[in-house]
T-cell receptor
Framework: GAGVSQSPRYKVAKRGQDVALRCDPI?????LFWYQQALGQGPEFLTY????????KSGLPSDRFFAERPEGSVSTLKIQRTQQEDSAVYLC?????????????FGNGTRLTVT | GENVEQHPSTLSVQEGDSAVIKCTYS??????FPWYKQELGKGPQLIID?????GEKKDQRIAVTLNKTAKHFSLHITETQPEDSAVYFC????????????FGTGTKLQVIP
């Protein structure tokens, strides 16, 4: 596709439920990132994939958060036993290479609300 | 890791005036500094970036300046228009991590017609 696509756009979950957020990066993009954006804040790094390898997951806030990219294209961010503090916009971004000196191409995010 | 500070947090200007947003960073090895614009309900979009081998870059009404010695960089928007109203984020990569780009806290720019 022309850009990074994320689904769903909005997700409401009851506390304790599991959720799965999907990201379709730009075709052929090697690197994929997940960011978390709280209301009124800048995006915070969660994790980074280069193809199917998860090279950095240091930003994941707890072991309830899990991300995968099994075939090096589509990625899924899973949050188990959601808590209210997980409410945020989850942004996915991709770049064509692996250099950190490249601009990120962001999707429009998934807004997660935990009630 | 990288620490990025951005100010002001909000900025109101009259249409046609200039707007300046400033950021400082901590990692002296950082060498790439992008600026992103985020409109309501959308993801951030790159508007301009600068690499450490230049001190200034311009693209029509937008310019970015970089002072590596002082570790700060600034976004300048001239002849502001209502469509410039958005949240702007600076960012800097952490040279010690693969791709861990750190974002500033954002500046909400309002251009008053």
């Amino acid at each position: 596709g022309a850009g990074v696509s994320q689904s769903p756009r909005y997700k409401v979950a009851k506390r304790g439920q599991d959720v799965a957020l999907r990201c379709d990066p730009i075709s052929g993009h090697v690197s994929l990132f997940w960011y978390q954006q709280a209301l009124g804040q800048g995006p915070e790094f969660l994790t980074y994939f280069q193809n199917e390898a998860q090279l950095d997951k240091s930003g994941l806030p707890s072991d309830r958060f899990f991300a995968e990219r099994p075939e090096g294209s589509v990625s899924t961010l899973k949050i188990q036993r959601t808590q209210q503090e997980d409410s945020a916009v989850y942004l996915c971004a991709s770049i064509s290479g692996s250099s950190y000196n490249s601009p990120l191409h962001f999707g429009n995010g998934t807004r997660l609300t935990v009630t | 890791g990288e620490n990025v500070e951005q100010h002001p947090s909000t900025l109101s200007v009259q249409e046609g005036d200039s707007a300046v947003i400033k950021c400082t960073y901590s990692d002296s090895a950082s060498n790439y500094f992008p600026w992103y614009k985020q409109e309501l309900g959308k993801g951030p979009q790159l508007i301009i970036d600068i690499r450490s081998n230049v001190g200034e870059k311009k693209d029509q009404r937008i310019a970015v300046t970089l002072n590596k010695t002082a570790k700060h960089f600034s976004l300048h928007i001239t002849e502001t228009q209502p469509e410039d109203s958005a949240v702007y984020f600076c960012a800097a990569p952490y040279s010690g991590g693969y791709q861990k780009v750190t974002f500033g806290t954002g500046t909400k720019l309002q251009v008053i017609p």
